[in-house]
Nanobody, 124 residues
Framework: QVQLVESGGGLVQAGGSLRLSCAAS????????MGWFRQAPGKEREFVAS????????YYADSVKGRFTISRDNAKNTVYLQMNSLKPEDTAVYYC?????????????????WGQGTQVTVSS
């Protein structure tokens, strides 16, 4: 069983920064790609960023490209999402997830384990 625990969310003013962390249990973390998604009230969960198992490849939604950076530390079983230049429209619950082998990185069905989410609120 894999457990993912997000942290680092909070309230920040527009233009500010936050760093989210996702700690994973289990010994196979380094074998799997990981991703971040977000869900705003009344909206579907949407892809934010994904990173390959080694960290050598990253993918971003157009809406966050150039502002967010995904990274991972396989020695610590942790994946991060550095969020800069935050906007009110970034307000959402942010989830980390483990991508299945061969899963499509931008589809929620490409992921099998999910964290409980952490709230990010950006005030204008």
């Amino acid at each position: 069983q894999v457990q993912l625990v997000e942290s680092g969310g909070g309230l920040v003013q527009a233009g500010g920064s936050l760093r989210l962390s996702c700690a994973a249990s289990g010994s196979t973390f380094s074998s799997y790609a990981m991703g971040w998604f977000r869900q705003a009230p009344g909206k579907e969960r949407e892809f934010v960023a994904s990173i390959s198992s080694s960290g050598g490849s990253t993918y971003y939604a157009d809406s966050v490209k150039g502002r967010f950076t995904i990274s991972r530390d396989n020695a610590k079983n942790t994946v991060y999402l550095q969020m800069n230049s935050l906007k009110p429209e970034d307000t959402a619950v942010y989830y980390c997830a483990r991508r299945t082998r061969g899963g499509t990185y931008y589809y929620t069905r490409g992921y099998d384990y999910w964290g409980q989410g952490t709230q990010v609120t950006v005030s204008s």
